[in-house]
């Protein structure tokens, strides 16, 4: 199966070693493995560097001001080659995009990025690939809660109708709604679980 890997990702796992590697001293699964845990780690550092907190009862003036400082934040991001090469995932290959997503999803060390990647690039996904992704998509929202918190967040218009109506039968049968699912992360953010 052919993969696709972003130059700009080789690039920075090269620049970033210690020691460079010797031709042939990793496999190729491996290497790909390292680079992956690169687009990962660096995706992480993204949001670690993007990501403002906006608490609930916050005024509009004090909202516009914390959008501004996520903006300028955004335009001094270091880590922007992640969100490229993630995005590019995305586009190119869904499957494997999906599977990246949720390692990062449940590596996130603070639940409030969940709200930035279900909005952002699962959005994304979901809204150009999902049937390439759904059953993967299906046993996730079944099975792994951060996943389900990180997909509440996405708006999914462009998702076609028999999709979506798997996704309804899923939360109908294990007996949750979207809304549910945002009392529960709610719950997770002010508990800290």
Not at 22 to 49: A, E, P, T
Not at 134 to 155: D, P
Request: aromatic fraction near 12%; hydrophobic fraction near 40%; proline fraction near 4%.
């Amino acid at each position: 199966m052919a993969r696709y890997v972003a130059a700009s990702r080789v690039r920075y796992h090269f620049a970033s070693r210690a020691t460079p590697l010797k031709r042939g001293s990793v496999s190729r699964l491996q290497f790909f493995r390292m680079v992956d845990d690169k687009l990962i780690s660096g995706y992480l550092d993204h949001l670690r560097f993007t990501h403002v907190g906006i608490p609930e009862g916050v005024t509009r003036s004090e909202y516009e001001t914390l959008l501004k400082r996520q903006h300028e934040l955004i335009e001094e991001n270091p880590f922007f080659w992640a969100w490229e090469d993630l995005d590019d995932l995305c586009v190119n290959n869904p499957a494997e995009a999906l599977e990246t997503l949720t390692a990062i999803i449940n590596a996130v060390p603070d639940l409030g990025y969940l709200g930035s990647i279900g909005a952002g690039p699962l959005e994304s996904l979901l809204a150009n690939s999902a049937e390439a992704v759904n059953q993967s998509v299906l046993q996730l929202l079944e099975k792994n809660q951060r996943f389900r918190f990180a997909f509440a967040h996405g708006y999914y218009f462009d998702v076609p109708q028999p999709i979506l109506q798997s996704w309804i039968e899923l939360f109908q049968r294990i007996g949750i709604s979207k809304e549910s699912i945002h009392e529960e992360f709610r719950r997770a953010l002010r508990t800290g679980a």
